[in-house]
């Protein structure tokens, strides 16, 4: 029945040098190889689908191509035990929507190595209104606090804050207890920020470029989403034996920094991988947000999107006017 069954997908193809999304009708025949088989009923969006679709060659090497590295929905058919037939998965990460196809198409075929089973509780959607966004930010808070971050220790700052990644990490940091302080170029989203648990809400002129090789320290720990020279200004405003964890590049992937804050402060620099990790620690992270990490005012701001809405909101990726979280539902 799905060996040859027609889906829509939205592919990105190049026209003239220029990458063009659209609505085609592609079959499950033409899928990659895989053990699973999943009908796919909600992706996310993220800043490298953005990049996927407009033809970075860094993120997806050939065109045509389906976008997204999210994607969560219903095993159709697989050729391993521990997946069957009708239970509910999420993928992220490793090749999907790079150079495989992905969550921007109503059908994957992928390796069971890349599937998480359903968090008791959840459904497709909830899953991704997280997506690769929300395990990246859970997966940053966590390795703070394997460093043993703690609110008393001081304020946390969150950068790129009103981002996919950074919105998720304002609301888990807040309700783990931290003092958050956004920073965040977007100024009428800052009572969204606030709503989200930001304690204060900061422009990124607190990160704007400065010539000294530190300045006062203001926080006890970060989380840095956009990289470039915003980090290097971040690492110099860290507290003594504090911790950033990085795992964004929107402001460039270049770290103009010295060692100082390194070898003066102690400070910590934690690099985030969300996509190559172990699929057991996915999994955990998985498991916590959809427990005791479960962040409810995100779950109820995000904001479903049809196939016919992926070209603005991928351009709006590209802008950094992107906010929140953003849900591809298939059935929109
Ligand atoms: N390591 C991993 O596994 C992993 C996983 C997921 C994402 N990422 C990376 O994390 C970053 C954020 O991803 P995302 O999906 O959250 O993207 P996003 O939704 O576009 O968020 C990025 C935010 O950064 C801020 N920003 C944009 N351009 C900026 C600039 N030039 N300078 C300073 N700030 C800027 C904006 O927030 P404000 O307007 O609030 O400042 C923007 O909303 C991306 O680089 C992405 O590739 C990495």
Same mark, same amino acid.
């Given at each position: 029945?799905t060996?040859n069954?027609?889906?829509?997908?939205?592919r990105v193809e190049e026209?003239?040098?220029?990458?063009?999304?659209?609505?085609q009708?592609?079959?499950?025949a033409?899928?990659p190889d895989g053990?699973?088989?999943?009908?796919v009923?909600?992706?996310?969006l993220n800043?490298?689908?953005?990049?996927? +679709?407009?033809?970075?060659?860094?993120?997806?090497?050939?065109?045509p191509h389906?976008?997204g590295?999210?994607?969560?929905?219903?095993?159709?058919e697989?050729?391993?035990?521990n997946f069957?037939?009708?239970s509910?998965?999420i993928?992220?990460?490793?090749?999907l929507?790079?150079?495989?196809?992905g969550g921007f198409?109503?059908?994957i075929?992928?390796p069971?190595?890349?599937?998480?089973?359903?968090?008791?509780?959840?459904?497709a959607?909830?899953?991704?209104?997280?997506?690769? +966004?929300?395990l990246?930010?859970?997966?940053c808070?966590?390795?703070?606090?394997?460093?043993?971050?703690?609110p008393?220790?001081?304020?946390v700052?969150v950068?790129?804050?009103s981002?996919a990644v950074?919105?998720?990490?304002?609301?888990?940091?807040a309700?783990?207890?931290?003092?958050?302080?956004?920073?965040?170029?977007?100024?009428e989203?800052?009572?969204?920020?606030?709503?989200?648990?930001?304690?204060?809400?900061?422009?990124?002129?607190a990160?704007?470029?400065s010539?000294?090789?530190?300045?006062k320290?203001?926080?006890?720990?970060?989380?840095?989403?956009v990289?470039?020279?915003?980090?290097a200004?971040?690492?110099?405003?860290?507290?003594p034996?504090?911790?950033? +964890?990085?795992?964004?590049?929107?402001?460039?992937?270049?770290?103009p920094?010295?060692?100082?804050?390194?070898?003066l402060?102690?400070?910590?620099l934690?690099?985030?991988d969300?996509?190559?990790?172990?699929?057991?620690?996915?999994?955990?992270v998985?498991g916590?947000l959809?427990?005791?990490?479960?962040?409810t005012?995100?779950?109820?701001s995000?904001?479903?999107?049809?196939?016919?809405?992926?070209?603005?909101?991928l351009?709006a990726?590209?802008?950094?006017a992107?906010?929140?979280?953003i849900?591809l539902?298939?059935?929109?």
């Amino acid at each position: 029945m799905t060996a040859n069954t027609e889906y829509k997908a939205w592919r990105v193809e190049e026209q003239d040098g220029a990458y063009v999304g659209r609505e085609q009708t592609l079959n499950t025949a033409d899928l990659p190889d895989g053990e699973v088989l999943i009908r796919v009923s909600h992706s996310s969006l993220n800043y490298k689908d953005a990049l996927s +679709a407009s033809g970075n060659k860094g993120v997806t090497r050939s065109y045509p191509h389906t976008p997204g590295v999210d994607a969560a929905g219903e095993v159709v058919e697989s050729a391993v035990a521990n997946f069957t037939p009708g239970s509910q998965v999420i993928v992220t990460g490793f090749d999907l929507g790079m150079n495989t196809d992905g969550g921007f198409g109503e059908f994957i075929r992928v390796p069971a190595a890349w599937c998480v089973p359903m968090p008791a509780g959840w459904n497709a959607r909830t899953a991704m209104i997280y997506g690769t +966004a929300g395990l990246t930010a859970g997966l940053c808070v966590q390795k703070l606090l394997t460093m043993g971050a703690a609110p008393e220790q001081g304020p946390v700052a969150v950068s790129g804050a009103s981002g996919a990644v950074g919105s998720v990490a304002v609301e888990l940091l807040a309700k783990l207890g931290f003092d958050v302080v956004a920073i965040s170029g977007k100024a009428e989203h800052e009572a969204e920020l606030k709503r989200l648990g930001a304690n204060e809400v900061v422009g990124r002129d607190a990160l704007a470029e400065s010539k000294k090789p530190l300045v006062k320290p203001v926080f006890a720990n970060a989380v840095d989403t956009v990289g470039g020279n915003p980090l290097a200004e971040l690492l110099k405003q860290i507290q003594p034996g504090g911790s950033v +964890a990085c795992c964004g590049l929107v402001a460039g992937p270049q770290l103009p920094t010295t060692v100082l804050p390194f070898i003066l402060r102690g400070v910590n620099l934690l690099g985030v991988d969300s996509v190559e990790i172990p699929l057991a620690d996915k999994r955990q992270v998985w498991g916590k947000l959809s427990q005791d990490w479960a962040c409810t005012a995100t779950e109820a701001s995000a904001r479903d999107i049809g196939r016919g809405e992926l070209d603005s909101a991928l351009k709006a990726f590209l802008e950094g006017a992107s906010a929140g979280k953003i849900v591809l539902d298939h059935q929109r």
